[in-house]
């Protein structure tokens, strides 16, 4: 039996009980912490947790004690929303954005996910494997313990089972939970420029049963936009997923509000993501059943659009997360705690809504909070210690300087 003793944390932050699945509205200024703690992980999970007035009293003797030297303990970052599968940056449309260019005009121009999937077409699985994996081991030293991850640059058979292969051996081989979003429906391919029917028919025909076959997705995605996926065409494509048992994590009002939210909602999507665009209407039908507004403000940030209303939802009590949108373009960066800023600075949510966001109700997000997302008895222990901080709000407040010491993965020091 493995057990690792964690002692003299500063603060061991995010003690939700494990019945506690996700929060919403008021609930996520809710964060309950232990001063001056212990935490015990044994065979990777974590067995108990108190105060250091009061030891346990069966330590396991085989146990490795670490001294946390009052550094805060915190429940991995639980990232639900990326696309770390792909085969090359895109620096020239940064600069181009720079130059005053907009994501549309970037995409109208053939920039954009067609030049992923032009790029993607043509990478072998290793390569794609290979790239992806040193992007999730920068992530994990970042502090991210959970993390789901979209094909979508593949927009060929293909090419996204590909990217959907690349993302099984990346559950295959890595110690973090990972689940796999289909999203072909991310832009229709050139040749189907002028057949839109002929795409969606090629997904829910051909695509969505191989897929099946393989059990190669978790989730159902598609880019519901002006000029991308409209809304029937969603509604379709939804409709179809749950015939294979995929349930829906969407792409909607990224760039306008184009009726993605009342769609996801209609289909029960776990999350609807972006919402950068929102009116009275898109938080009225997400106050009904339990969708997830996920917003990423690092994308808000890099592709200088409208910050989400994290105020409005989170005042509609509706349970709100955050992720990164880990992509090569509208957001090439994979640093959770940076998103916990941004949440805080430019979304205006308080510290402890920010890491509720981060770390619960991301894990919701990927149906992994009886797994992973606080810190509670049998949850697995995927951890991160901080240097000493003089406070909760320390961690995003230092913005874009990593607090972060130790990476705990599966109760060991990794
Ligand atoms: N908006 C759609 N998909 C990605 C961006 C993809 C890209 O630009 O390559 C996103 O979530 O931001
Ligand atoms: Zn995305």
Redesign the pocket.
């Known amino acids: 039996m493995s057990a690792l003793f964690i002692t003299n944390i500063g603060s061991l932050v995010g003690l939700h009980p494990q019945e506690t699945l996700m929060l919403r509205g008021n609930q996520m200024q809710g964060l309950p912490t232990l001063e001056n703690a212990w935490v015990l992980c044994e065979d990777g999970k974590i067995s108990d947790f108190g105060k250091m007035d009061q030891l346990p009293v069966d330590l396991p003797n085989t146990a490795f004690t670490h001294d946390a030297k009052g550094g805060f303990v915190f429940p991995s970052w639980c990232d639900s ?1 990326t ?1 770390i599968v ?1 085969a090359a940056s ?1 620096e020239e ?1 940064f600069v181009m954005k720079i130059d005053g260019k907009s ?1 549309e005009d ?2 109208a121009a053939g920039g ?2 067609l ?2 999937a032009r790029k993607l077409q043509l990478a072998s699985e290793e390569q794609l494997y290979n790239s992806a994996a040193i992007r999730l081991t920068d992530m994990i030293k970042q502090g991210t313990g959970a993390v789901e991850i ?1 094909s ?2 593949g927009l060929t058979t293909d090419s996204e089972l590909k990217m959907l292969r690349v993302i099984r051996k990346l559950k295959d081989n890595f110690q973090i939970p990972v689940k796999a979003s289909f ?1 072909a429906a ?2 229709y391919p050139p040749e189907y420029k002028n057949n839109h029917e002929g795409y969606i028919k090629l997904i829910i025909d051909e695509m969505l049963p191989k897929i099946a076959d393989e059990g190669l997705a978790d989730y159902m995605d598609a ?1 519901c ?1 002006q000029g ?1 996926f409209s809304v029937d065409d969603t509604d379709r494509l939804l409709q179809a997923g749950a015939k294979y048992g995929l349930k829906p994590k969407i ?1 909607a009002n ?2 306008s509000v184009s009726g993605g939210v009342q769609v996801g909602v209609k289909h029960q999507a776990i999350s609807v ?2 919402l950068e665009a929102t009116d009275d209407a898109v938080i009225e039908s997400l106050k009904s059943g339990d969708t997830i507004a996920t917003l ?1 403000p690092s ?1 808000s940030f890099y ?1 200088n659009i409208p910050f989400a209303n994290a105020r409005g939802l989170i005042n509609a009590n509706i349970p709100v997360a955050v992720a990164t ?1 880990y ?5 090439p960066s994979g640093n959770m705690n940076l998103v916990v800023s941004l949440a805080c600075i430019k979304l205006r949510m308080r510290p402890e809504e920010a890491i509720n966001a981060a770390t619960i109700n991301g894990a919701a997000a990927m149906e992994l909070s009886r797994e992973v997302g606080s810190i509670a008895k049998g949850k697995k222990a995927n951890l991160f210690i901080t240097r000493p901080m003089s406070s909760l709000a320390f961690l995003p407040y230092s913005f874009g300087q990593s607090q972060i010491d130790t990476i705990v993965l599966n109760g060991k020091i990794s």
């Open positions: 929303h696309h792909f895109r449309e994501y970037i995409a954009g996910i030049n992923s979209k979508g640059y999203l991310h832009a880019f936009e991308f792409h990224q760039l993501d972006h990423l994308c592709i949108d992509n090569p373009g509208s957001t």
